[in-house]
């Protein structure tokens, strides 16, 4: 047992589990990295101390129950102050105890502790009166505290505390068309979708439109009314669990097609968003992560959206708008990715990939970042299949193997990326990555772009930076200024042209656009001091912090 676990405060169900975890070690049907994750989890000091405070609210809840002493404390308060007013000496306490009873937040606290202890919550909800219905369909009535949830007029469907209704295609009549999670209605559990909207605040809605049941709610204070004629079949609302990363912006507001601007939720490319329905085909239901509190909002859906860039793809290709950018097509259609926190393991690193156009500085970056600590940030050593050369040591610079046995090891996918120059194959191995990450290193890796599609693995799960480059101005400023060499020259015997710098930027741009949906950070590299400080902190936090990968990575 860890030291952290002999602890005296440790709670002691969670070290005896532990212990027994140890003993049956060898039986159990998991690998490594799974008995150390769950290994891990029950020495954290979070899970503890959330098993201590649900001890404590247990024996709390067994032991005592907490009840008001009185409930006029403002009576007495009262009564004080009159026996105090009528001495005519007052002692400096007593003197103290009269000033601060007459504080008007004194007097505001004990009047909330009076309303408390007597249950005087506010609203007070009028009595339901008990109708019976003359052909004895079912009735249900509903009251809720109108809030201020969205109501706008959009053309057929309105949202209601929560809620949303249209007019039903077959029977004319207004029904709930959709539960909005973590409205009021929603909490209420008393509205379903499919129910029947017979009267709002005692006015008939037969025969109008959901515009002008939008009407009556608007005009509608405090409390309101619904009478209601059950759907058939509840449907089941349970919130899902599943969390997505957004690859795109979306702005209700600006969303001709949305059903109710109002309901809709805005977000940004890299926000993660908690997807707590997806019973609409076409509209999600979701929260920005986080935001527990929040009502959910209305998204489009991965099918509508990847519809929608199929449709602006195709209008610019009829257009023949952006036709010099044919090559920058991209085989994926990026829209939501389902993710899961993946938290650090101890001794187990994720490998850093930094990724950007050639010129923008990558080998700059990852050099200074291996001299930073050598015993602990490696890279990977590069195979070849060109002949080794007198002076060289197999395995130290390359590692040589004939050309034969390397296409065949390409051909069998265990290379990451790989390329031919001057007749020689060269490429980086995906072994050599999970050797240095089981060995307790930070795998430090620039590889070419294409090269993510065998990167971006389960196995390896890395970390991408992207290394972007700045203006043109930027760039040419700072790298004249550096005295920076050329490294489309091969000999890099001179330093950039403008040509080149423009080379850069469009070549950023294309990686950006090709692969950005897989990017995890970008850093500008601007001034390459601050870029690397930029570099320093994102590897620390890679090694600190949950971070969201894709779900898949997790499972």
């Known amino acids: 047992m860890t030291a952290v676990m002999a602890n005296g405060n440790w709670d002691p169900a969670l070290s005896r589990l532990l212990v027994s975890l140890e003993e049956v070690r060898q039986q159990l049907p998991s690998s490594e990295e799974e008995f150390g994750f769950l290994s891990g989890l029950l020495q954290s000091r979070e899970l503890n101390a959330l098993v201590q405070v649900h001890n404590k609210i247990i024996s709390n809840g067994k032991d005592e129950k907490f009840h ?18 009528q001495r005519t000496s007052i002692q400096a306490d007593c003197k103290e105890i009269f000033f601060l009873l007459q504080k008007p937040h004194m007097q505001g606290v004990l009047c909330a502790h009076d309303a408390i202890a007597q249950k005087d919550y506010f609203p007070r909800l009028p009595e339901i009166p008990v109708e019976v219905d003359e052909d ?7 009251q809720l505290v109108k809030s201020n949830e969205p109501l706008s007029g959009a053309q057929s469907v309105e949202p209601i505390v929560g809620a949303t209704i249209k007019t039903d295609e077959e029977t004319g009549k207004i029904v709930i068309a959709r539960i909005m999670h973590g409205g009021a209605a929603d909490r209420s559990g008393l509205i379903h979708v499919g129910d029947e909207v017979c009267e709002v605040n005692g006015i008939n809605v037969e025969g109008k439109t959901p515009n002008d049941v939008l009407k009556i709610l608007q005009s509608s204070e405090g409390t309101i009314t619904f009478k209601l004629v059950p759907a058939d079949s509840k449907i089941n609302l349970r919130e899902s669990k599943v969390r997505v ?17 109002e309901a809709g939720l805005d977000f940004k490319n890299g926000d993660v968003l ?102 602990k940030y490696k890279t990977t050593i590069p195979y070849t299949s060109r002949p080794i050369r007198p002076g060289e040591i197999n395995g130290k610079e390359y590692y040589f193997v004939t050309r034969e046995k390397m296409e065949e090891d390409v051909e069998a996918g265990k290379f990451i990326e790989f390329g031919e120059y001057k007749g020689n194959l060269y490429g980086t191995s995906a072994e050599s990555v999970e050797s240095l990450v089981n060995a307790g290193y930070v795998c430090i890796l620039n590889p070419h772009y294409q090269a993510l599609k065998m990167l971006r693995i389960p ?85 600190t912090e949950p971070l969201w990968v894709p779900a898949s990575w997790v499972q």
Request: glycine share 4%; net charge negative.
């Open 68 to 85: 008001p002493m009185l409930s006029n404390a403002m009576q007495v308060a009262l009564e004080v102050l009159d026996v105090v007013s």
């Open 136 to 142: 004895e369909e079912t009735i249900k009535i509903v």
């Open 245 to 261: 990363r957004a690859y795109f912006d979306y702005s209700a507001t600006d969303d001709p097609y949305i059903p109710c601007k």
């Open 274 to 375: 908690h997807i707590v329905s997806q019973d609409d085909a076409y509209w999600w239901q979701a929260r920005r992560e986080g935001d527990r509190n929040m009502r959910a909002g209305l998204i489009p859906s991965r099918a509508l959206q990847e519809r929608r860039i199929i449709h602006e793809r195709t209008a610019k290709d009829k257009t023949g708008e952006d036709a010099e950018n044919d090559d920058f097509d991209r085989e994926e259609i990026a829209t939501y990715e389902e993710v899961a926190r993946l938290y650090p393991r101890p001794g187990l690193h994720r490998p850093i990939a930094l990724v950007g156009p050639p010129g923008v500085g990558r080998n700059e970056l990852k050099r200074r970042l291996l001299a930073l600590d050598p015993e």
């Open 459 to 543: 196995q390896l799960k890395p970390y991408i930076i992207y290394v972007k480059p700045p203006s043109f101005e930027v760039l040419k400023e700072t790298r004249h200024g550096a005295f920076a060499r050329s490294t489309f020259d091969e000999n890099n015997s001179r330093g950039f042209t403008d040509e080149e710098f423009l080379e850069i930027i469009h070549s950023g741009e294309r990686i950006e656009f090709l692969y950005g949906h897989w990017f995890d950070e970008t850093i500008v590299n601007a001034d390459l001091s601050t870029a690397f400080e930029q570099l320093v902190r994102a590897v620390a936090k890679v090694e």
